[in-house]
């Protein structure tokens, strides 16, 4: 009995194994973990259910109606983000505007550190377009694939809604293998829960204090940035990336102050580099005490994710890491 129980949880953990290697090899990150934030919102407004509806029906018909409206939710905020992106002040605009800076920067920048930056905005596109073409397989977001990216975000959203719904309804008993895999599912949900919340919770303290800079600390000053708000927005949205985000949202908010003036970005870069020290602490302090892990954990797993399977790797780095650890401590061995 005892070896069929080794064999059955020794199975559900090559599953599991190559469960996780299919999400990646298979590109479909994005309706995985579109489909565990639905699940997660229907789960936090769970108990509310239970307060308002009584009787087993009435709760998964209350359930049900719930999904439909977080994945509406869920819909509409995704379009206002893309029409905010996209508009007058959007990605187009700020592009241009960083291509521009590096035009007129061969007046204020040193020889030394000129050498080592495109000397156009048209050298910029021509390097970043080169770059884009090398990584099409990881950036399914973009060009012909966003509809099929779309498409798969979308059935993510619905398979999370189901899976709800049906938590809510099933009492049946589970075999073996069954149950173990149900163990395996459950602790990486788990993981992507206390990841998903600690980074969420750091991306908003980013935006807010990157919003109150801009916003408020800089006109103050008499410097007014463009693309301000777009600017913050960006920043919420890429700060659910473990570092990486920070790098993408200082670059665009240091160019974009330099074109203003070589004052301003100045200004900024100390304020990112202030910002970022602290937020440092702040990201030992808050996923590690969701995960009980160091920062440095976090980005030797997100390097190691990154070599193997591209960006994708490095957003469900964190989610791996914090899995695998618990399952090691489940297991006792560390």
Do not use: C
Request: aromatic content about 8%; proline content about 4%.
């Amino acid at each position: 009995m005892e070896r069929q129980y080794n064999w059955v949880k020794s199975s559900s953990y090559l599953l599991a194994a190559g469960g996780i290697l299919a999400v990646l090899g298979l590109h479909l990150l994005q309706a995985l973990f579109a489909g565990m934030l639905v699940f997660l919102l229907v789960q936090l407004a769970q108990p509310l259910v239970g307060r308002v509806v009584a009787g087993s029906r009435g709760k998964l018909v209350a359930t049900a109606i719930l999904a439909i409206l977080i994945i509406a939710g869920m819909v509409g905020l995704g379009l206002w983000i893309a029409s905010m992106l996209h508009g007058g002040a959007g990605l187009d605009a700020i592009w241009s505007k960083m291509a521009e800076t590096l035009d007129s920067a061969n007046d204020v920048l040193p020889p030394w550190l000129l050498g080592s930056l495109p000397s156009s905005g048209p050298e910029l596109k021509a390097e970043a377009v080169h770059w884009l073409r090398e990584h099409a397989p990881e950036l399914r977001l973009l060009g012909k694939e966003a509809g099929l990216a779309a498409a798969h975000i979308l059935i993510g959203m619905v398979i999370g809604a189901m899976v709800a719904v049906h938590e809510v309804s099933s009492r049946s008993e589970r075999r073996p293998l069954a149950a173990a895999l149900h163990e395996r599912v459950g602790t990486f949900y788990k993981a992507f829960r206390r990841v998903f919340v600690a980074q969420g919770k750091i991306a908003a303290l980013n935006a807010f204090f990157t919003g109150l800079y801009l916003l408020a600390v800089l006109p103050a000053l008499g410097i007014h940035l463009p693309f301000g708000k777009t600017m913050v927005l960006i920043t919420a949205i890429v700060g659910l990336l473990p570092v990486v985000g920070n790098l993408i949202s200082n670059s665009i908010i240091v160019m974009i102050s330099f074109s203003v003036s070589p004052y301003a970005a100045l200004l900024s870069l100390l304020f990112l580099i202030v910002l970022h020290k602290a937020e440092y602490f702040l990201n030992a302090r808050i996923v590690g005490g969701e995960i009980d892990a160091k920062a440095w954990e976090i980005l030797v797993a997100m390097v190691l994710m990154e070599a193997l399977f591209g960006f994708g790797g490095v957003a469900l780095a964190p989610v791996v890491y914090a899995y695998i650890k618990a399952e090691l401590k489940a297991a006792r061995l560390i």
